[in-house]
């Protein structure tokens, strides 16, 4: 850490007026209008003694991110980088920061730092001459780090700046291991992202609709109407293509790929076997709602004093059997007792003239379901243009709307292939992917010493406290050992017969 994050000034009094500063300027009481209030306020908030609580101030006040930009904005001179800059870029790299909330919240400052390119620019341009002594070099190289971990779009300017051969050389042939981890890890990202097309039969990723592509970040998570009746199988790897020595560099990038597509199939096999049977192509029962003979309503962007993101509006022509026999002021009471009733955000699929166009979502507006006849607030937040262009076209000129409520589970899958798409490393994958019989176990970084040297001197005693279990726990030779392994190393394999026991430690 520099200097001013590990010595914090003692002057009591001047601590306290920086504080005073931060929170100001914060709550949008004070302004920075002068170099020398943005080198004021970068000092107030790297002497804050707690970094999470610190970020979690300047993301939910009202002016922290501006102020912060503004700071950065007032002098991009070597002395201020390698000065007020190089404390804050130390300060964000606390560990406490990357954990918390699994740092969506450093990830916010850190945008916010970089979204207006002065500052950005004016590091780069100074590394690349020279001019950075060596903790600001390491601060830079992990400032693009970080940056390279956003998600796509955003990461693609600095996954294309680590490209540079000569800005990766200067990074592993530092002097400073600091700076060679940091340009090991930036290498390991950028090979990640780098994935081999090749699939089973020696097919290809990409062309097979238009929701095929390449790169897996950028195949939308909800399928197209064009997806789900394309005849072309996907495209996915046999087991034995991760396997092959000859797939090592792109291994890890390979397998990150792989099991978006396998887990994104299994949900879009659901899917597709639920509309056919809506669509009465299949015997089976279908638990959602359809509703036939829809027509286009308008747009729906809320009400004035509540916007929200655009919907369509379709109205049905004949009541919804769930309140056919309702009256008028029983109406919305029972479309408020009866929420799984065309249920808030869940899914649907469009039907045009007998042809899947669209997979939008459930605005519930009781007020418009209560409506003589009801009206059906849709949500395409999570279609890709292409699709939503194309689906506004079909609207203009259909004949016949229907909408089939779909009971899948996909907000079960979306968000692990969410997480998949923003991977760019993987954590035990040097023991998961890379095994040999030759490869050493690693050891976990805090290895419980005291629950070892138990398990191993005294092997027949009793672990009831140890474990803090309400029964007895007293373990054989094998248990034993296997327990030892999973305190001793990284990843251990434990098989068992049935009527095994495992007890948390």
């Not at 979204?115 to 600001?136: D, M």
């Not at 693609?156 to 200067?170: N, R």
């Not at 803090?468 to 007293?474: L, R, W």
Request: proline fraction near 7%.
């Amino acid at each position: 850490m520099s200097a001013l994050h590990q010595s914090p000034n003692n002057d009591p009094v001047r601590r306290a007026r920086l504080n005073t500063f931060f929170s100001n300027v914060n709550h949008s009481e004070r302004s920075l209008k002068t170099t020398q209030d943005g080198n004021r306020y970068v000092e107030a908030l790297c002497s804050q003694p707690d970094p999470a609580a610190c970020v979690q101030a300047v993301v939910s006040t009202p002016a922290g991110l501006q102020a912060l930009q503004i700071s950065l904005r007032f002098d991009t001179s070597d002395a201020f980088l390698n000065g007020a800059a190089s404390d804050l870029l130390t300060y964000l790299q606390h560990p406490d920061l990357e954990s918390l909330l699994g740092g969506v919240l450093l990830r916010q400052v850190l945008e916010s730092i970089t979204t207006t390119p002065i500052f950005w620019n004016a590091l780069v341009h100074s590394y690349r001459t020279g001019s950075l002594q060596i903790p600001t070099q390491v601060s830079f190289a992990w400032l693009l780090l970080q940056l390279m971990y956003l998600p796509s779009p955003a990461c693609a300017p600095y996954h294309q700046l680590a490209q540079d051969p000569k800005l990766q050389d200067s990074f592993c042939k530092s002097s400073d291991l600091g700076l060679r981890t940091f340009g090991s890890k930036i290498k390991h990202v950028l090979s990640v992202s780098e994935t081999p097309t090749l699939g089973t039969g020696g097919g290809c990723a990409g062309g097979r609709h238009d929701n095929d592509f390449a790169d897996f970040r950028e195949v939308t998570i909800l399928p197209t109407a064009d997806e789900l009746v394309a005849k072309e199988p996907p495209f996915l790897r046999l087991a034995e293509s991760l396997d092959d020595p000859e797939t090592a560099e792109h291994r890890l990038a390979m397998h990150l790929d792989n099991q978006f597509r396998l887990y994104r199939e299994d949900m879009l096999g659901e899917l597709r076997e639920e509309i056919q049977i809506a669509l009465g192509q299949k015997k089976g029962r279908h638990r959602g709602i359809v509703i036939n003979g829809l027509a286009v309503l308008g747009v729906d962007c809320g009400t004035e004093s509540k916007r929200q993101s655009w919907g369509l509006r379709l109205q049905c022509r004949q009541d919804l059997p769930q309140l056919r026999d309702s009256k008028p002021k029983e109406r919305r009471p029972l479309i408020e007792s009866s929420p799984n009733l065309l249920k808030h955000q869940s899914l649907t699929c469009l039907i045009l003239d007998g042809e899947i166009t669209a997979f939008p979502s459930i605005h519930r507006d009781t007020e418009l379901l209560a409506a003589m006849p009801p009206v059906i607030s849709l949500k395409f937040t999570n279609a890709a243009r292409a699709s939503i262009a194309k689906t506004l076209l079909k609207l203009k000129t259909c004949q016949i709307i229907k909408l089939v409520q779909i009971d899948t589970a996909v907000f079960s899958y979306e968000p692990i292939l969410q997480g998949l798409q923003r991977m760019k490393t993987l954590p035990l994958a040097d023991e998961l992917l890379f095994w040999t019989p030759e490869s050493n176990v690693g050891r976990p970084p805090m290895a419980p010493k005291v629950v070892i040297d138990r398990l191993v001197h005294h092997p027949s005693d009793d672990l009831q406290t140890l474990v803090q279990s309400s029964k007895s726990v007293v373990l054989d030779r094998s248990q034993n050992a296997s327990l030892i392994a999973t305190q001793k190393q990284t990843v251990s394999l434990i098989q068992g017969p049935p009527g095994w026991i495992v007890f948390p430690m």
